[in-house]
């Protein structure tokens, strides 16, 4: 083999150790499923207190609070609960009038395969949505369900999604009593919205350097928004992450928080920063070094031939 040929295999061997080691492993895909109840009275939350879950409204959705556990109701109980829940703190109240109860839960960006198991009992008549889309055959009374899980697809999307039910109340008792169990496949977790109107914050930890905002207020359903840059002399933002040292990295656009939390800023010295291969979220520093390496390598071999 000539050396001009060496240097040419020597080349190619370093960039096929490149390719090979810098290809990220993909998270694993599995089955999500959240199981919401409306409503389970516990050590945790007592008669007449706010469900963890359901919001309701008696103004047309203009303002929101959470519902509240009444306890029995002649009708019985959908299997796994153990309350009915209305708009005041007894079965009593928001009597003759049309009331609104929803339920809202972010999905990942990417999923498939979504479907939905619902089971209600509502007094009087219920209509049943999800995202605007009726569920339930225009108005239901008393028992209804979907007869198992059903395919959702073409009403779920990526980000908060909302399930509500419009109740109208013709006397006597008010209220509803559910079941919703929501599955997906994602490498991501479904994560149910707590009730009230207070909005999510994000706080901003620049971890070393400055940044413009220390955090954002963001409303569950308005549009995801820009994460801020902040700036740290001699060093390269790597971008915000879930936690200090390692974590996920969420992007800067049109980011939908799903909780309260906290993102922190990585950074990098420029000698020893990262490349990132078109957004695959995959460190290859190490695997750069050592594809180089072999170049390196094949390059001092095949000169030192081509010198003897």
Request: aromatic share 8%.
């Amino acid at each position: 083999m000539t050396s001009g040929r060496k240097l040419v295999a020597a080349l190619l061997l370093g960039l096929m150790t490149l390719s090979f080691f810098a290809t990220p492993s993909s998270a694993a895909v599995s089955t999500q499923t959240v199981t919401i109840l409306g409503g389970v009275i516990d050590e945790t939350h007592a008669l007449g207190s706010e469900d963890p879950y359901t919001e309701t409204s008696t103004d047309g959705g203009v303002t929101w609070h959470p519902a509240y556990l009444v306890g029995e109701h002649p009708w019985g109980f959908v299997e796994g609960t153990n309350s009915w829940l209305n708009c005041g703190p007894t079965l009593d109240d928001c009597l003759n009038q049309t009331s609104l109860y929803r339920y809202r839960f972010h999905v990942p960006d990417t999923y498939s395969s979504p479907t939905l198991d619902a089971a209600f009992i509502v007094d009087n008549l219920g209509v049943i949505t999800l995202n605007g889309t009726e569920i339930s055959p225009g108005q239901v009374a008393g028992n209804w369900n979907t007869g198992g899980p059903i395919d959702v697809a073409s009403m779920l999307h990526s980000g908060w999604n909302e399930i509500q039910v419009t109740l109208v109340d013709q006397g006597g008792l008010a209220g509803i009593n559910y079941r919703l169990v929501i599955s997906l496949q994602s490498d991501e977790e479904v994560i149910v919205a707590p009730p009230g109107s207070e909005p999510i914050q994000v706080s901003y930890n620049a971890n070393g350097g400055s940044v413009s905002k220390l955090s954002d207020l963001y409303n569950i359903g308005d549009p995801g928004f820009n994460l801020p840059t902040p700036q740290r002399l001699g060093w390269i933002f790597l971008g915000w992450f879930t936690d200090p040292l390692e974590g996920q990295q969420v992007w800067e656009t049109n980011y939908v928080p799903a909780s309260t939390s906290t993102l922190h800023a990585h950074w990098a010295a420029p000698e020893s920063a990262p490349v990132d291969l078109a957004n695959t979220g995959g460190d290859v520093t190490w695997p750069l070094v050592a594809g180089l390496s072999c170049i390196s390598v094949g390059l001092v071999l095949a000169l030192r031939r081509r010198q003897n």
